[in-house]
């Protein structure tokens, strides 16, 4: 007997197992092609409906066994965080942690709401002396100029804002962001869709919905029923839309890649236990969409427990976001303890932030386990543990990548504990496209696959101070095209120039092979641009303010 003859009396979201052909395939959904920018064919069946729930293997990636026999690359900077990309090299991949800002945290409880204490009298313990993010949300608003970022106060009762223009000092946000009546203030995931082309529905709420809502008064509602909200600014909401049923944690994003809205659905499935569904839209929050779900991915045998707790991990949560070529993915990780151990205890669950890639969409590779961002498991610390990454994940602010997250100390400012007590508002950082490099302390070389471009500038994003990088264009036939000469540096973009002065213009359209030759360095990315000051057309996650929105444009 297969796994998945034993689902479905096993899960709680009957959504998991909807009928294959209520789902709708892309090509036939008005957004996209089943060939994507990058050379990956969708199979006919979307999404797939292959993934067996009660096994631990890692997810599999089909697009790394079979790549593309040619590999376009005139959207974003091409990240080596896989070997997608890669023929052949002896340079070593390293990944890299973000690096938690000196300042955090930067939003702390400060309103008399926000600093009001909640005591559970029958456990002792204590909440609120909050400002959060749960899921929340960090954009680039070009209404306003500024970063900002949405998250909730106090014990989550009201929703704020709040902006910045470097990603680093932070202020109250202006203007009045409105609760719905009909939310309950918990599991909120905001998106800014500052491209939508009707300002009415720019800001996007996915929330728990309260039966009493006028538009959801025929629907059969569990305690922990969603749905969607719309808004041109937060100050005033649509009505509510009904998502489905699932967990209490569910959120959602953008891919626009595939011009798709996608739903990541908290599942829970013993003995795993906390898991994600998939489901998708054309439009943002299609009425029941919860309902067309499949299983997706949940924490698997690679994700290694805390030693100090010993509990297997687990799936908390799941965001998504575009960045340059590819979708980031934030998942959350939680190694314990179990919610009634955290209670006597009086101390925050224990969730660190760790990494994943999709290039299609769907299909998530993690080949790093350790974690992004962590909890620090330190008494007194204001992440001490619940460690969360809102809607958006990041900003491209100049060089460097800035990742707010949120964490929960378990005090509040008396001293008191409990499991939801004290959390604030933090960063980290991350050199631009620095989730990964290839890399040598002596000499080596990488030779990309087939590639294709429609450019005739490349760039790099290295670190070669104490030695050098050159690169070979490789031609269709095995010939060298052009040879470029030898930079050193240490730069997140640098434009390469060729021998004789020459460029890729001859090459446009053609498979081309690039082989870097790398001495004492490290190697980020690349990328060819039409643009001579090297603009990639790639995604900025949560948005830039040099760029003024999500994409790098000229």
């Known amino acids: 007997m297969t796994h998945r003859s034993l689902l479905p009396p096993l899960l709680t979201l009957s959504a998991l197992f909807a009928h294959p052909c209520n789902a709708q395939d892309p090509a036939a959904s008005g957004g996209g092609e089943r060939a994507?920018?990058?050379?990956?064919?969708?199979?006919?069946?979307?999404?797939?409906?292959?993934?067996?729930?009660?096994s631990v293997e890692p997810m599999p990636v089909p697009y790394l066994t079979t790549p593309p026999a040619v590999i376009p690359i005139d959207v974003g900077r091409q990240l080596f965080v896989d070997d997608f990309l890669i023929e052949e090299t002896d340079l070593v991949r390293t990944f890299h942690p973000a690096e938690k800002y000196r300042g955090n945290p930067v939003l702390v409880a400060t309103t008399p709401e926000e600093l009001r204490v909640h005591e559970d009298s029958s456990s002792q313990s204590v909440s609120g002396?909050?400002?959060?993010?749960?899921?929340?949300?960090?954009?680039?608003?070009?209404?306003?100029?500024?970063?900002?970022?949405?998250?909730?106060?106090?014990?989550?009762?009201?929703?704020?804002?709040?902006?910045?223009?470097?990603?680093?000092?932070?202020?109250?946000?202006?203007?009045?962001?409105?609760?719905?009546?009909?939310?309950?203030?918990?599991?909120?995931?905001?998106?800014?869709?500052?491209?939508?082309?009707?300002?009415?529905?720019?800001?996007?709420?996915?929330?728990?919905?309260?039966?009493?809502?006028?538009?959801?008064?025929?629907?059969?509602?569990?305690?922990?029923?969603?749905?969607?909200?719309?808004?041109?600014?937060?100050?005033?909401w649509s009505e509510a839309v009904p998502a489905g049923d699932s967990s209490d944690y569910s959120s959602f994003f953008y891919n626009p890649f595939r011009r798709r809205w996608i739903y990541s659905i908290k599942a829970s499935v013993p003995p795993r236990h906390r898991l994600?569904?998939?489901?998708?839209?054309?439009?943002?929050?299609?009425?029941?969409?919860?309902?067309?779900?499949?299983?997706?991915?949940g924490a698997d045998r690679l994700d290694q427990p805390d030693p100090r707790i010993g509990d297997t991990p687990q799936l908390y949560s799941l965001g998504g976001v575009a960045y340059e070529s590819l979708m980031l993915g934030m998942f959350f990780i939680h190694v314990g303890p179990h919610n009634t151990v955290c209670q006597k205890l009086k101390t925050p669950k224990t969730i660190d932030l760790k990494l994943g890639f999709s290039r299609d969409g769907f299909h998530w590779d993690r080949p790093w386990r350790e974690a992004f961002i962590?909890?620090?498991?330190?008494?007194?610390?204001?992440?001490?543990?619940?460690?969360?990454?809102?809607?958006?994940?990041?900003?491209?602010?100049?060089?460097?990548?800035?990742?707010?997250?949120?964490?929960?100390?378990?005090?509040?400012?008396?001293?008191?504990?409990?499991?939801?007590?004290?959390?604030?508002?933090?960063?980290?950082?991350?050199?631009?496209?620095?989730?990964?490099?290839m890399g040598t302390d002596s000499q080596g070389s990488l030779t990309t696959r087939p590639v294709r471009f429609q450019g005739q500038h490349l760039f790099v994003n290295h670190a070669t101070s104490?030695?050098?990088?050159?690169?070979?264009?490789?031609?269709?036939?095995?010939?060298?095209?052009?040879?470029?000469?030898?930079?050193?540096?240490?730069?997140?973009?640098?434009a390469i120039r060729w021998e004789g002065?020459?460029?890729?213009?001859?090459?446009?359209?053609?498979?081309?092979?690039?082989?870097?030759?790398?001495?004492?360095?490290?190697?980020?990315?690349?990328?060819v641009s039409p643009d001579p000051e090297g603009a990639s057309y790639g995604y900025l996650g949560g948005g830039s303010p040099e760029a003024r929105g999500v994409r790098d444009l000229p």
């Not at 932070?170 to 491209?195: H, Q, S, Y």
Request: glycine share 12%; hydrophobic share 40%.
């Open 36 to 54: 994507l920018y990058n050379g990956i064919v969708l199979p006919e069946t979307w999404p797939p409906r292959d993934r067996e729930v009660l």
């Open 129 to 236: 002396g909050s400002v959060a993010l749960l899921h929340g949300g960090a954009f680039y608003d070009p209404a306003a100029e500024a970063l900002k970022l949405w998250f909730s106060g106090g014990t989550s009762q009201r929703f704020e804002t709040a902006v910045s223009r470097d990603g680093f000092h932070w202020e109250r946000g202006p203007g009045k962001i409105a609760n719905p009546a009909t939310v309950v203030p918990v599991n909120d995931c905001f998106w800014l869709d500052a491209e939508a082309s009707d300002p009415a529905v720019r800001l996007k709420l996915l929330a728990v919905a309260r039966a009493k809502d006028a538009a959801l008064h025929q629907v059969q509602l569990s305690p922990l029923y969603h749905a969607f909200y719309t808004s041109a600014d937060g100050a005033k």
């Open 276 to 297: 994600r569904s998939y489901a998708e839209s054309a439009g943002f929050g299609e009425e029941n969409v919860f309902n067309t779900s499949v299983y997706w991915v």
């Open 374 to 437: 962590s909890s620090t498991r330190t008494e007194g610390a204001w992440d001490k543990g619940y460690v969360h990454s809102p809607g958006g994940i990041l900003f491209v602010v100049g060089y460097q990548l800035i990742f707010p997250y949120s964490g929960c100390s378990g005090k509040v400012a008396d001293g008191r504990k409990g499991m939801y007590a004290g959390q604030s508002i933090g960063l980290a950082t991350l050199r631009r496209d620095g989730f990964a490099s």
């Open 466 to 494: 104490g030695g050098g990088l050159r690169v070979e264009a490789i031609a269709a036939d095995g010939s060298i095209a052009a040879h470029s000469e030898t930079v050193s540096g240490d730069r997140t973009r640098e």
């Open 501 to 527: 002065g020459g460029s890729l213009e001859g090459l446009k359209g053609q498979p081309v092979r690039f082989r870097f030759h790398l001495k004492k360095g490290r190697l980020y990315a690349f990328w």
